[in-house]
């Protein structure tokens, strides 16, 4: 997820911000465009495509955001095992997308401040999306079981916001401390949530 804001300080009233989201219809985007109303900040999703430059362009003309939001990425579907079959389409989003709006904000000389929110098998409470990490491993016959940090949504996607509110820079590993394994969560998923799951 990339974070972008004017050189002014517009942070001081809620009214000034106006966000710019990549990313409607996927889980993160939609997710941010629900936050964005439940505080009140204005918002629009982004109809340009990220690896077309002129249309990045025309976005930031028409909407002239303070903070660009992007959630846009190839996940693969059923799993990502997909993006090995495909992977033009994946870096196309992926890399040359993300790197084109990079270049977009960079081009219009409005920003000078980026800060990278790095998210990691993204897990929240809403076990029907099938981004969902626990939802994606309970369908899968094998997991590997080697612990990781996740990206729990529910916590961490409503400071992103703050984070941009205050006008934070730089990389950030967007993940809870601590590791777990695919092997705990799928017993922690047959102890709390499926008693009947294999």
């Not at 870096?91 to 219009?108: K, Q």
């Not at 000389?109 to 939802?135: Q, Y």
Request: charged fraction near 25%; charge should be positive.
């Amino acid at each position: 997820m990339l974070v972008s804001s004017t050189k002014h300080n517009l942070l001081s009233r809620k009214s000034s911000l106006k966000f710019l989201i990549y990313d409607r219809t996927g889980w993160i985007g939609g997710l941010l465009g629900k936050l964005c109303e439940k505080q009140g900040i204005p918002f629009v999703y982004g109809k340009g495509r990220l690896e077309q430059c002129s249309q990045l362009l025309a976005d930031f003309q028409t909407v002239k955001p303070t903070h660009v939001f992007n959630a846009d990425s190839v996940i693969g579907k059923p799993n990502v095992d997909w993006c090995e079959t495909h992977k033009t389409d994946t870096i196309r989003t992926n890399v040359v997308g993300t790197l084109t709006l990079a270049d977009v904000e960079d081009i219009l000389r409005e920003f000078d401040n980026v800060c990278t929110l790095r998210g990691w098998m993204p897990t929240s409470s809403d076990l029907s999306r099938p981004g969902n990490f626990i939802a994606k491993i309970t369908k899968h016959e094998k997991a590997i079981d080697i612990p990781n940090r996740m990206t729990l949504v529910d916590e961490l996607l409503p400071i992103s916001t703050k984070m941009a509110k205050r006008n934070l820079r730089g990389i950030w590993n967007f993940t809870n401390p601590g590791v777990v394994s695919a092997n705990e969560i799928l017993q922690m998923y047959k102890a709390y949530i499926d008693p009947t799951f294999n």
